[in-house]
């Protein structure tokens, strides 16, 4: 993870209202009224202000650390593949609350740490193949949060996403404000990247000039990338391009380099984490032959953006930001 620029850092703290000026907003007591909330379609209600919040994955911490919730946490599970956590804005959070694992959640650790609530998503913690599923932990007394980018849509076994990326985001802050009593906080935040997406969209080039844009998370024989209920959908067109797989009715999913060569990208966006670095990502699709004659190879238009700028994060905004930067060069350059 890139550190950000001033502007940003001082964003995100106003985003948690505990700098540039802003005034803190208290958490709710324990003990509150329940509060019921919409998570994936289904009405869930929570009779208490959770306490020992435990959560999978970089976006998903960084939800509860951009409310300023750091506090109500017991512990996070995640890879130590995801970047440099020294220069983010939420490194205080980072390093007040513990790290439970660098894999995932588990039913063990989950316990270990005395959660109240396990805030993640399908495929960002929660999966029916090892049992870690919101029923299980029901059945052990703990409620669950299943992070709105993630939720499964009913179109496949699998697919994912019911709404459009950034409404995901709005909606698990809202949710999260209203859960934890800081729903000033979360309404703050939103505006405050509404306001930053909407100044990006302002300057985006005109519908006809608009780059084709390629998301690239992974894989060879076949690639990873991203539908239209996936982050990338909307960084990707509030930036000003578009998203050649946004007719694919599912988040993060895999694709056949066929259908990429003949939608022939202007721009490859590269998703950076793991252990295969953008570089090497770099190298490979500029000497992959079939992509020989796609216009982004041949014109080496790529760009990247960390994994964390590219799931539903409070990092959205400021990836927008950038890529549509990059994108406004790529149309005047066309």
């Known amino acids: 993870m890139r550190?950000?620029?001033?502007?940003?850092?001082?964003?995100?703290?106003?985003?948690?209202?505990?700098?540039?000026?802003?005034?803190?907003?208290?958490?709710?007591?324990?003990?509150?009224?329940?509060?019921?909330?919409?998570?994936?379609?289904?009405?869930?209600?929570?009779?208490?202000?959770?306490e020992r919040v435990v959560t999978n994955d970089v976006g998903i911490t960084e939800l509860m650390f951009a409310l300023g919730l750091e506090d109500r946490m017991a512990g996070f599970a995640m890879p130590d593949d995801k970047g440099d956590l020294s220069g983010v804005p939420w490194k205080d959070g980072y390093e007040k609350v513990k790290w439970l694992s660098k894999?995932?959640?588990?039913?063990?650790?989950?316990?270990?740490?005395?959660?109240?609530?396990?805030?993640?998503?399908?495929?960002?913690g929660f999966r029916e193949d090892g049992g870690f599923t919101p029923e299980a932990l029901k059945k052990l007394g703990i409620p669950s949060y299943v992070l709105t980018e993630s939720c499964h849509n009913g179109r496949t076994e699998s697919s994912r996403g019911i709404m459009p990326p950034l409404d995901a985001l709005y909606a698990d802050l809202t949710n999260l404000g209203k859960l934890f009593g800081v729903e000033q906080r979360a309404a703050t935040l939103i505006a405050d990247f509404k306001k930053q997406v909407a100044q990006v969209r302002a300057k985006a080039p005109?519908?006809?000039?608009?780059?084709k844009v390629f998301l690239y998370d992974s894989g060879q024989d076949q690639p990873f990338t991203s539908g239209r209920y996936a982050a990338p959908e909307q960084i990707i067109s509030e930036a000003?391009?578009?998203?050649?797989m946004r007719d694919v009715q599912d988040s993060w999913t895999t694709v056949g380099w066929e259908s990429v060569v003949r939608?022939?990208?202007?721009?490859?966006?590269?998703?950076?984490?793991?252990?295969?670095?953008?570089?090497?990502?770099?190298k490979f699709l500029l000497s992959y032959a079939p992509l020989r004659n796609v216009s982004a190879v041949r014109h080496k238009r790529i760009f990247v953006l960390d994994y964390v700028d590219l799931v539903e994060s409070p990092r959205n905004p400021s990836a927008i930001a950038r890529l549509g930067t990059y994108l406004r060069t790529v149309a005047e350059e066309r």
Request: hydrophobic content about 40%; some cysteine.
């Open 3 to 50: 550190k950000l620029v001033a502007t940003a850092l001082c964003l995100a703290a106003t985003a948690t209202l505990t700098g540039c000026g802003a005034t803190v907003e208290k958490p709710a007591e324990a003990g509150s009224p329940t509060v019921t909330l919409t998570n994936c379609g289904r009405e869930v209600t929570f009779d208490k202000v959770p």
């Open 263 to 282: 939608r022939d990208p202007d721009v490859i966006v590269i998703c950076d984490y793991g252990d295969v670095s953008a570089e090497q990502k770099k």
């Open 206 to 211: 005109a519908p006809a000039d608009r780059p």
């Open 103 to 124: 894999d995932q959640l588990t039913k063990e650790n989950v316990l270990d740490a005395r959660a109240d609530l396990v805030f993640a998503g399908w495929n960002y």
């Open 240 to 244: 000003g391009g578009v998203n050649v």
